[in-house]
């Protein structure tokens, strides 16, 4: 399978199963696109030109660049082996933002907080299941871990305590509001997690309109005081400032670049994932409208790190080099296997987009209990088990897409979540271009 694409004012073309990626003019492009298979007559009414880029394809081919055959996947093997937690320490939060699909943080369950012995317990439980995997994740999310801080404190003592018996390292993340962040939390975030994430939704009037406060009051002010403050004590320690976009801020480009003004050098903007009745929801026809946000956006992205400003965009972080292995392609985040969530009652869950549901829990940190069958089934549907998938230029970039988005907005697993496709799609194309971009201006 071969992807021909016109992006940023260039021509790129993509040879799917062996990741070669080319930039082009455009008669080549468009030849190299007349080249369903590689078996397609190269011949024809061709100009003297024509027939000697037909010769270059032909030895690109021959090569085993382009026209690739797909290479028949083993199916997956399911080893028991979990890497990572998310810790869903606080059911419960300080803002009310409108897209919330945890329902105020509380997961539609209540407020709960995780108690510091569930969250020792489920650092055993990590440790048990972790089989040879030396380094071992934890992030702390919510709801507002914020509000759980003791718990956080004591996770974490109680994993360092351990490392070294165990023989594990463990690395810490935090998802924060940065509402109730102060001098001594930045400090001890700073030396302790390996990465802090915070949401931010981009420019005041968007973030203010979605992002209030429990009294109904915008929160951006006192939040972009607190993170500007943790990213200046940061040093060269992990984080970025994620947001969500939703159809009341189609131009979301301007939250991107409004973010990095704020002087933010590392961000993501997600789009919002919500039933169509919604108001915020984002709808087919939005499509075409945001895949032109993105490419303006890597105009602008291109020319601020050009001129040496700090600016990395999650999803143009494409290593077209080194990118990750085979397997790993076709399974994506691991969630329902090596990721998983815990409740703050101990109950686990595939990820915490399933929390609270009594039909997805796995087992409990508290009890010892765990049952196979979901991280099983979870393990076997990667792209070997997702048709239309297959079918798709971009399969090995998302290895799938969500598997929440797909059981939730698509009617089942195996089956592809269909704006998210296609906003991956586009964001896929203007990363390698990017990549190729730059790489050239680099060995000029």
């Known amino acids: 399978m071969v992807h021909v694409y016109k992006c940023l004012g260039r021509w790129f073309v993509l040879d799917v199963e062996s990741g070669s990626f080319f930039e082009t003019d455009e008669r080549t492009a468009k030849l190299i696109e007349k080249r369903r298979s590689p078996v397609a007559d190269a011949r024809g009414d061709f100009s003297d030109e024509d027939m000697e880029i037909q010769s270059e394809i032909n030895s690109l081919i021959s090569d085993g660049v382009l026209f690739t055959e797909e290479p028949v996947h083993p199916e997956p093997v399911y080893k ?13 939060c300080n803002l009310r933002c409108t897209y919330c699909f945890a329902g105020d943080g509380q997961y539609h369950g209540g407020v709960d907080f995780m108690s510091a012995d569930t969250a020792k317990n489920a650092i055993d439980f990590l440790v048990a299941h972790s089989g040879p995997r030396h380094r071992l994740e934890i992030d702390f999310f919510g709801g507002e871990p914020l509000l759980n801080m003791d718990a956080v404190r004591a996770t974490i003592d109680y994993a360092r305590s351990i490392e ?13 509001n940065a509402l109730a962040l102060n001098d001594e939390l930045i400090d001890y975030f700073n030396k302790e997690m390996y990465n802090v994430v915070i949401s931010i939704d981009g420019r005041k009037s968007v973030h203010d309109n979605v992002r209030k406060d429990a009294a109904g009051k915008g929160s951006f002010d006192r939040i972009l005081e607190n993170a500007r403050k943790l990213i200046s004590k940061r040093g060269d320690k992990s984080y970025y ?17 409004a973010l990095n003004d704020y002087g933010f050098g590392q961000v993501s903007l997600e789009p919002v994932v919500l039933p169509d009745n919604d108001p915020l929801a984002l709808k087919p026809e939005h499509v075409e409208e945001l895949n032109k946000q993105y490419e303006l956006l890597a105009e602008e992205y291109l020319k601020r790190r050009a001129s040496g400003r700090e600016f990395g965009f999650f999803h143009f972080n494409i290593d077209i080099y080194h990118g990750p292995c085979a397997s790993k392609r076709l399974v994506g985040c691991n969630a329902g296997d090596e990721y998983l969530a815990v409740a703050p009652n101990g109950d686990i869950y595939p990820c915490h987009r399933f929390d609270g549901m009594p039909e997805y829990v796995i087992g409990n940190v508290n009890t010892g209990a765990f049952d196979e069958k979901l991280p099983r089934m979870f393990n076997s549907c990667n792209l070997t088990k997702k048709e239309e998938c297959n079918e798709c230029w971009a399969k090995y970039y998302c290895s799938g897409g969500c598997a929440a988005n797909s059981i939730f907005f698509a009617g089942g697993i195996t089956k592809p979540y269909k704006i998210g496709c296609e906003l991956m799609r586009k964001r896929v194309e203007c990363a390698l271009a990017i990549a190729a971009i730059e790489n050239a201006n680099k060995s000029l």
């Open 164 to 176: 070294k018996e165990s023989g594990k390292e463990f690395r810490f993340t935090i998802t924060t």
């Open 80 to 92: 028991g082996i979990v890497k990572a937690l998310c810790l869903n320490i606080a059911h419960g």
């Open 241 to 257: 400032v994620r947001g969500t976009y939703t159809a009341a801020n189609r131009d979301f480009a301007a939250d991107v670049l």
